[in-house]
Each structure stands twice: as structure tokens, then as C-alpha cells.
């Protein structure tokens, strides 16, 4: 959820996770943002971000890239806990 240097540090003072940081312990704004998403469940949406999307017209295709990790073997020539990387292409059609 933080940084690597970030999740170092508060792992070195005793926190084992996120939810048990206090947001004073946080030295970037980012981060308390993060902090404050994490404890309320709701995503972090930036409306600047999203605004130029909306005058995109459809269809609007998406490249998604992601890992996938098993404990079973699931296909040859792969060893458990392995990180395999996925890749997909999405389309929306219509903005419905």
C-alpha cells in the first residue's frame, strides 16, 4: 500500500499493517490519502483524472496487465507461487 522506504520504516517501529498506522506517523500527503481509503472503504476518485475520459468517445478499449499466483501448478512448465503475468484487452462498446 506505501512506498517501499515508507513500508520500511513503519515495519521497523513495530506496525505490522497498514491499519494500525496513525495517520501522524505518515509524511506524505499520498500516503494519509491512502491511509484515510483504506479505513473508510471507499475508493480515491480525482475528478481532474477522470474529466478529459469523459470526452472520449466510445468504443474505448482498455489494456490491462496484471500477475496471477497459485499454489497448485496450474499450467506445465510453471512451479507454485510463481508470478505469471496476464494480459487482457478490454472493450466497451457503448458508455452505458
Not at 22 to 50: N, Q
Request: charged share 20%; aromatic share 12%; net charge positive.
Amino acid at each position: 500500500m506505501f512506498n517501499f522506504p515508507t513500508a520500511r520504516r513503519l515495519r521497523s517501529v513495530g506496525f505490522a499493517n497498514a491499519l494500525g498506522v496513525p495517520e501522524y506517523k505518515l509524511e506524505s500527503a499520498l500516503d494519509r490519502r491512502i491511509l484515510g481509503a483504506t479505513h473508510s472503504g471507499k475508493p480515491l476518485y480525482d475528478e481532474a483524472v477522470f474529466r478529459p475520459l469523459r470526452d472520449l468517445a466510445a468504443p474505448r478499449y482498455f489494456f490491462d496487465l496484471q500477475t496471477v499466483q497459485s499454489p497448485v501448478r496450474i499450467w506445465a512448465g510453471t512451479r507454485p507461487f510463481q508470478q505469471i503475468p496476464l494480459q487482457s484487452l478490454h472493450c466497451f462498446a457503448t458508455l452505458d
